[in-house]
């Protein structure tokens, strides 16, 4: 099992690129399957921690990206994204994201956010409820009203998604998806 991991891990191109958003740009991690992210699976968006970026992700973007296109953005003032004027509020980030989502063409989304994320999370799905499908998070942060998205609380400690090994959580993960 572990050498089929490591197999279908190393299939996955993970690349990085900047997108443009409100704030000027965003730097964006992604994983594609190794069929470029044709006839994949629904794309799934990780929204990192206060502390963190989107490269926090990409233990689980190797894993989850084997049948799904994977964006791991660092939020507006986080690692090498642009930030607003001020410190970045809970809804500059998910306006931020909901421009990535225009500049990627994305139709619709599964979003996983951890800490401060799962918060952006939570906005982004109240602001665009037809393109988010589901919402997973890990973190202690609840929902203000309770989203019309499927909704999954993987663990309250942030680094599970970040420590190795990731794969349990990967299963847990992709059960809740393709359910």
Do not use: W
């Not at 991991?5 to 000027?24: F, N």
């Not at 964006?28 to 069929?35: E, G, K, M, N, R």
């Not at 994949?40 to 689980?60: I, P, Q, S, V």
């Not at 500059?92 to 994320?117: F, K, S, T, Y």
């Amino acid at each position: 099992m572990a050498a089929k991991m490591r197999k279908a891990a190393t299939a996955v191109s993970l690349r990085r690129t900047y997108v443009d958003c409100r704030y000027g740009q965003l730097h964006l991690a992604t994983a594609f399957p190794p069929s470029g992210g044709f006839d994949e699976r629904t794309a799934l968006l990780y929204l990192h921690d206060e502390d963190g970026t989107g490269a926090d992700f990409k233990a689980c973007a190797t894993l989850l990206g084997t049948d799904r296109s994977v964006y791991a953005p660092d939020l507006p003032g986080s690692g090498a994204s642009d930030a607003p004027a001020g410190r970045p509020t809970i809804s500059n980030c998910a306006a931020a994201a909901a421009d990535l989502l225009d500049q990627l063409r994305l139709r619709e989304v599964d979003v996983i956010g951890c800490g401060r994320g799962a918060l952006v999370a939570f906005e982004l799905a109240a602001m665009r409820p037809r393109e988010i499908r589901r919402l997973l998070y890990v973190g202690k942060q609840q929902p203000a009203a309770t989203p019309s998205q499927p909704l999954l609380h993987l663990d309250e400690d942030c680094a599970t998604l970040t420590r190795e090994p990731v794969g349990l959580q990967v299963a847990k993960i992709r059960e809740f998806l393709d359910a």
